[in-house]
C-alpha cells in the first residue's frame, strides 16, 4: 500500500504517485497537444496547443491529490489522522494512522472527496461560462483565452466524472466506504457493515457487466467491452473485504505477543546480501534480522529491502548500507491488539515491527510470524467447521438429519429397551453358602 513515487508533504501528507500516471499523463499530453495543435487554423499555434496540454495534464492530477487531500484534512479533524497518500488513476489510497471509530467520523472523511470534486466542478464550470459569455460570439479570442477556455471545460467535467466514479459503491471507491458506514450505524456492527458493502459492490458490479452486454450489439463494442470489464473488477475488489472480514474474524482477540518472532536473527553490520540471503533469509519471505554492532543495535533488514537491490550488488554491499535505521522502524507493544499493529505494518512498508523501548529490543513482530498465527488459525477454524457439519448423504453431499415429523413411524419413536428374560428361582441358601461364595470369588481371580 506504501508503493509509489515520493513527491514530496503537503501538510505533513506524504504524497506518492502511483506509476499508472507516467502513462497517463503521457496519454493526456500527445492526445490533448495533437488535437490542439492541429487547430492552428483557429488561432492556436503548435506551443500553445502543446503548452495548455501540459498544462491541463498537470491540472488534472492535482484534482485527483486535491480529493484525496480532502479525505485526509477531515480524518484529522475527526481525529485519526493519514500521513500518506498514494494518487491513483480516479482516486487514490488515504493512510489513516487509526481506525474510524465511529460510523459518523468514516461517512465525513469518506465524503470529503466526492464534496470537494462536485466544489471543484462548480468553479470551473463557472469559469468556463464566463468566458463562453464574454468571448463566445468573438471572431478574434486570443490564444491565452483560448486555452484557459479549454482547460476550464476539461477540469469541468474530469471533476464531474472523478466525483461520479468514486460514489460508486465499490470497493475501493469512496461510495464502499460511505455503504459501510451507514450500515455501520444502523447494525451497530463493523462486520455486518462490510459484509453488507461487499454484497452492495458485487450486486453493482453485476448490474454494471449487465449494461455492458447490453450495449455491446447496440453500439460500439468497446464502451460495452469497458463497461463489463468495470464490473466484474467491482465483483472481484468486493471479495477484498469478504477476505479481509475473514481475517478479521480469525485473529479476533489476538495479541501481538501470539504472534511474536521471540528470538530474531542479531548480524553483525559488514555482513554482505548475498551472505544474509543465503543462510537468515532463504524461502522464508516477510522475516527480519537485527543488525547490531558489538552490543549497540543499528537497525533492521528484511525481505523488503534486498527486494530493492539487484542481485548482482549482493556481494559487494553490506547490511549496514541496506538496512532501516533504527529510529525509522515503527514500534508496538506485546499487548497491542493484533489487527491495528498489522494495519501499522503493512502502512510501513517493512517486514517488521520491533517490540520494546531505545536499544532494548526483546522480538520482533514480522509478517512471517503473523502469517503463521493466521495459518493456524484457519486451520482451526476449519477443523471445527468440519466436525459441525452433518454426516453426507447419498453422492456425498451433506445434508442436515431429517425432522422426527419427516421419519418413519419405526424411526420416529425411540427404540424399547430389551426385555429380560425370565430369572430362575432362587435357590434356597445352604450351610455351605459363604464357602460357595469363596470359592467363585477365587476362581473369578485366576481367571
Known sequence: MNSGVPLGRIFGTEIRAHWTWVF????????????????TKDGFDPAWGWGTAIVTAVLVFASVTVHEL?????????????????????????LMETRPRTPGQELRTALAGPVL???????????????????????????????????TDVLALFNLLLATINLIPGYPMDGARIVHAISWARSGSEEVATATASRVGRLVGVG???????????????????????????????????????????IAGARVSDALDSEPARIPPQLTLDVFAGEYLGDRLGAAALVERGQELLGMIGTAQIRRIPRRKWPSMRTEQAMVPLGSVPRTSGDAELWPAL??????????????????????????????????RAEEHAKQSAAAMPPRGFFGRRRPPAPLSARPSWAASPPKPPTAP??????????????????????????
Open 117 to 151: 470534486s462536485l466544489a471543484m466542478l462548480l468553479v470551473f464550470g463557472a469559469a468556463a461560462g464566463f468566458l463562453e459569455l464574454v468571448w463566445g460570439a468573438s471572431d478574434n479570442v486570443p490564444q491565452g483565452i483560448a486555452a484557459a477556455a479549454f482547460v
Open 70 to 94: 480532502a479525505h485526509v484534512g477531515i480524518a484529522r479533524r475527526n481525529g485519526i489522522g493519514g500521513n500518506v497518500v498514494v494518487v491513483q488513476m480516479l482516486g487514490g489510497t488515504y
Open 422 to 447: 425370565p430369572s430362575e428361582p432362587t435357590p434356597a441358601p445352604t450351610d455351605d453358602t459363604d464357602e460357595t461364595h469363596d470359592t467363585d470369588d477365587t476362581d473369578d481371580t485366576q481367571r
Open 24 to 39: 497517463l499523463l503521457a496519454l493526456i499530453t500527445v492526445v490533448f497537444g495533437g488535437e490542439l495543435s492541429a487547430q
Open 208 to 250: 454494471v457487466m449487465l449494461v455492458g452486454a447490453a450495449l455491446v450489439p447496440l453500439t460500439d463494442l468497446w464502451p460495452g467491452l469497458a463497461l463489463i470489464v468495470a464490473g466484474w473488477l467491482l465483483i472481484g475488489s468486493s471479495r477484498v473485504l469478504d477476505r479481509r472480514a475473514l481475517l478479521q474474524s480469525l
Open 343 to 376: 494495519e501499522i505494518l503493512e502502512r510501513s512498508g517493512l517486514d517488521a515491527l520491533m517490540i520494546g523501548t531505545g536499544e532494548q529490543v526483546s522480538a520482533l513482530f514480522t509478517r512471517r510470524s503473523a502469517a503463521h498465527l493466521i495459518r493456524q
